[in-house]
């Protein structure tokens, strides 16, 4: 197969995987990037970055829709370090992007999102890394290992321990709020 029709069958995969993913890349940078405009933006140069090298993308046992997610998070990474800010209440922002019966959404009901959103600063880059493949970017424990370069049973402990720190910081807030009186 010539380099043409590789490129033309890998630009048409990522058309389908734009129509699949678009929402759930969003979602995951607007968690990052703490904007919903700019997470739209930066999802759409992540397609455009991916068509551009397309060319160059060599499977290696790893999902395309991985190879999106590094591109998401270096896109990300990249914006970030340009605006040198973070806004105060990026889940909010995540979440508008969501559609009514987003499981993502389901899995955090009953919590405040801007407890959650404190309690998220509490854990470490990969656990909050993880939290945010698995439930913001939908992905499965294998394609957010494929993503952090890990296995997928690292990323499950990884999620486990991350989940369980949550749970320990929100409960200390709680603790602390009845405390105080509030």
Do not use: C
């Not at 069958?9 to 058309?15: D, E, I, M, R, S």
């Not at 969501?98 to 899995?107: I, L, N």
């Amino acid at each position: 197969m010539s380099g043409t029709d590789q490129e033309r069958q890998g630009v048409a995969a990522l058309t389908d995987l734009f129509e699949e993913y678009y929402e759930r890349i969003t979602r995951y940078i607007a968690v990052r990037v703490g904007n919903q405009a700019d997470a739209e933006e930066l999802a759409s140069d992540v397609f455009v970055r991916a068509v551009e090298n397309i060319g160059s993308f060599q499977w290696r046992g790893v999902p395309l829709q991985a190879w999106l997610y590094r591109i998401a998070h270096n896109v990300a990474v990249d914006h970030l370090r340009r605006s040198s800010r973070r806004k105060s209440s990026p889940l909010d922002e995540a979440t508008a992007v969501a559609g009514p019966h987003d499981p993502e959404r389901e899995v955090f009901l009953g919590m405040e999102r801007e407890e959650l959103l404190k309690a998220m600063e509490g854990l470490s880059d990969a656990q909050r890394e993880t939290i945010t493949l698995r439930f913001f970017g939908g992905l499965t424990s294998a394609e957010t290992g494929a993503v952090m370069n890990r296995n997928s049973g690292a990323v499950r402990e990884m999620q486990s321990s991350a989940l369980k720190r949550l749970r320990t910081i929100m409960e200390t807030e709680h603790s602390t709020l009845e405390l105080e009186g509030r």
